[in-house]
């Protein structure tokens, strides 16, 4: 009988949640009709770059291998610190393959990769990522640019995408003449189920994922467009809410170190403006792990939300001796506690993972579960259709099934009393995405449009 009663329960729940995300869905049109007539934006930082997403095919890949590597153990291969050859290149993606995980990896020279694989063009960082997520549903955004070279600024060209002229005035891409150096990140993108074949040995990829390859140029030192910033900061009012991204790259502490300094005053000036905006921090993998320290360790105490996925929870809590079983939602909800009270984040966290997606901490004015749900939605409508989603793809994500993973998590959580708010939001899910580049991006840019 009490497993009738929990199934019953379990039953209501899910048809809550499927009349939430359709509810939300139709609220999409007035949300943005809404903030266009007020002048409202979202402004996101901070880098850009060239994306070059290649076409991992698991049969040109097996080739490789054995033409490569004949004599390779597939089991003992692991990823380089950074590629400087083929042998390189071709371990680090079965490491990554093999653990179904993502990451990024320095390479010394693209021509050691060029022509592996045919390739087409993207954008590549969160800001621009995020931008180009809400352009497809007609959304404004105002975007901070490292690499402006031609390519990418053809790419982001959108009457909903603008950024900031040298002169402080609003401007698209089209209006942008390239100052800095390009930067090309590869991006290899994996599926679950594809069988890697090296002689006898096979190995079946465990999920879905991408390994990003970068070779770092203008990121590296991450410069700051006075203009954005200034911008910002004088028509705060305007400005819902500021995400601050893209540290992940920088190499030199004294760099970051500078840079963060700029940024905390930039914070303080934005809330002296807009005392109800929220400052927004999106995580990310580093290329080194002093790097993340002080980065977090600076920057979380400023930040009123921050948000991670369940690798980035995993690892930055592993820095502080503080384990966690990212499968169990009553382990990452500990995390994510610790997290805001050792840091002194502001109002909370939200973990986003391919099941669901959580925010941990003090109720906000805005409806987080409604952004929650924004963020799922333009995430899935990415990972089906390979590009950004338009109200269109949207509606179609929605007839998706609720993550059962996801409602499981939802479940557990809905009995349990925790010293902050939980909102817990299953995902509308699909096995085998298209794409896992810009998802997170994607996510974050939803969840934005809840900050009226």
């Known amino acids: 009988m009490g ?32 903030r266009i007539e007020k002048n409202a934006f979202t402004a996101l930082g901070y880098t850009s770059n060239l994306d070059v997403l290649c076409d991992f095919q698991i049969e040109v890949f097996n080739e490789l291998l054995s033409r490569s590597l004949p004599n390779g153990d597939l089991a003992g291969m692991k990823a380089s610190k950074e590629i400087t050859d083929m042998e390189g290149f071709l371990e680090t993606i079965v490491y990554f393959c093999t653990h179904g995980i993502g990451g990024e990896v320095d390479i010394s020279d693209f021509g050691i990769i060029r022509d592996t694989f045919e390739v087409k063009k993207g954008m590549g960082g969160t800001a621009t990522q995020g931008a180009m997520a809400l ?68 190995i079946t990829i465990p999920a879905s994922n991408r390994l990003i390859i970068t070779k770092i140029t203008v990121n590296e030192a991450l410069p700051f467009s006075d203009s954005f910033f200034t911008y910002v900061e004088t ?18 502490k ?37 790097i993340r320290q002080v980065c977090l360790e600076t920057l979380y105490p400023y930040v009123d939300i921050l948000s991670l996925n369940e690798e980035e929870l995993e690892y930055t809590l592993s820095m502080y001796d503080f384990p966690i079983e990212i499968n169990d939602i009553h382990s990452c909800i500990k995390g994510a506690d610790y997290i805001k009270e050792r840091f002194s984040v502001k109002k909370g966290i939200i973990v986003h993972t391919k099941d669901y997606s959580m925010y941990l901490g003090e109720t906000l004015s805005g409806d987080i579960e409604k952004g929650l749900m924004l963020g799922n939605m333009l995430a899935t409508a990415k990972a089906v259709n390979g590009w950004y989603g338009t109200k269109e793809q949207i509606r179609e994500v929605i007839k998706l099934p609720l993550s059962e993973k996801g409602m499981r998590n939802r479940e557990l959580t809905a009995k349990e009393h925790f010293p902050w708010e939980v909102v817990f939001v299953p995902s509308k899910y699909i096995d085998k995405p298209r794409y896992t580049i810009g998802l997170g991006d994607s996510f ?9």
């Open 3 to 34: 497993n009738g009663i929990y199934s019953m329960r379990g039953r209501a729940d899910r048809m809550k949640a499927e009349e939430k995300y359709i509810e939300t869905f139709e609220q999409i049109e007035p949300l943005i009709r809404r």
């Open 135 to 202: 352009a497809a549903v007609t959304c404004p955004s105002i975007i901070h640019l490292t690499d402006d070279s031609k390519e990418v600024c053809d790419i982001l060209n959108s009457p909903y995408i603008y950024t900031v002229s040298n002169k402080g005035e609003l401007i698209h891409t089209d209006q942008i003449t390239q100052t800095a150096e390009q930067e090309i990140h590869y991006i290899i993108q994996f599926k679950k189920g594809d069988v890697i074949c090296l002689g006898s040995q096979k």
């Open 254 to 290: 004294g760099i970051l170190e500078q840079r963060l300094a700029y940024v905390k005053e930039h914070i303080k000036k934005y809330k002296a403006n807009n005392e109800a905006g929220i400052v927004y921090f999106e995580d990310a993998h580093y290329h080194n792990k002093e």
């Open 235 to 252: 028509h705060a009012a305007n400005i819902k809410s500021n995400v601050l991204s893209s540290f992940n790259a920088i190499q030199d």
């Open 444 to 452: 974050v840019a939803g969840v934005q449009l809840c900050f009226e």
